[in-house]
């Protein structure tokens, strides 16, 4: 069993990276990844402190879980959104430049 302070060493770790690499980079789908890295990490965390504090009743053991199934849907219907953008960005400007997304409300 994994110790609750390196999982959330870990978890911190991983959120740092995508936090920097969506505010440093310029590529959309490196955003796009970082984010996903985020919300991984965020995960991660959920699962860690409810392995860590889980209660015996059964609302209780599964509320980790369930929080990280809530973070996964979000990701699923933030990813699509967010490839819709990219398909429509390299069609009209073919670049996948953030400066450019300014150019699709035209």
């Known amino acids: 069993m994994v110790p609750i302070e390196q ?3 870990l978890s911190v770790v991983m959120f740092v990276i995508g936090a920097v ?3 440093v980079r310029r590529n959309l789908l ?3 990844m970082s984010l996903q890295l ?3 990490a965020a995960g991660l965390a959920f699962v860690a402190f409810n392995r860590a504090w889980a209660s015996d009743a059964a609302a209780g053991v599964l509320a980790g879980q369930l ?3 809530a973070a996964v849907v979000v990701a699923a219907a933030q990813l699509a959104l967010a490839l819709a953008l ?3 960005l ?3 400007r073919s670049s996948l430049d953030i400066e450019d997304l300014d150019h699709l409300k035209w």
Do not use: D, E, P, S
């Open 7 to 9: 999982a959330i060493a």
């Open 21 to 23: 690499g969506a505010l």
């Open 38 to 40: 985020m919300l991984g």
């Open 67 to 69: 929080f990280v199934m």
């Open 30 to 32: 490196v955003v796009l």
């Open 90 to 92: 390299v069609r009209k």
């Open 86 to 88: 990219v398909v429509a």
